[in-house]
Nanobody, 120 residues
């Protein structure tokens, strides 16, 4: 499975940005898709994930109410709409695929990241 994330960039605090991730190389639709991020000098952390049908979504407390995850199964894509961005959202954002959620998201596949930089 290959995951290609895009949409990162440099934005000002308070702005919005949408990340996209396209999955390829598989013959099934994964149960979960999601996002993690890693800020400079910090460990990678969970951001959000979504179930197959989109009926359930999970968010880190730090982004709840500001970020919205969605997916398009026909295109095998997952999106992360990020609003009211803060400088502390600056990180490399990684797309993740399949796996399971049990209090945290444990994906089976990882994509290369896309850098989001939020200036104050």
């Amino acid at each position: 499975v290959q995951l290609q994330a895009s949409g990162g960039g440099l934005v000002q605090a308070g702005s919005s940005l949408t990340l996209s991730c396209t999955a390829s190389g598989r013959s099934f639709t994964s149960n979960f898709m999601g996002w993690f991020r890693q800020a400079p000098g910090k460990e990678r952390e969970f951001v959000s994930c979504i179930t197959l049908t989109g009926s359930r979504t999970y968010y880190a407390d730090s982004v709840k109410g500001r970020f919205t995850i969605s997916r398009d199964n026909a295109k095998d894509m997952v999106f992360l709409q990020m609003n009211s961005l803060k400088p502390e959202d600056t990180a490399v954002y990684y797309c993740a695929d399949d796996g399971y959620y049990s209090g945290n998201y444990y994906p089976d596949h990882w994509g290369k990241g896309t850098l989001v930089t939020v200036s104050s």
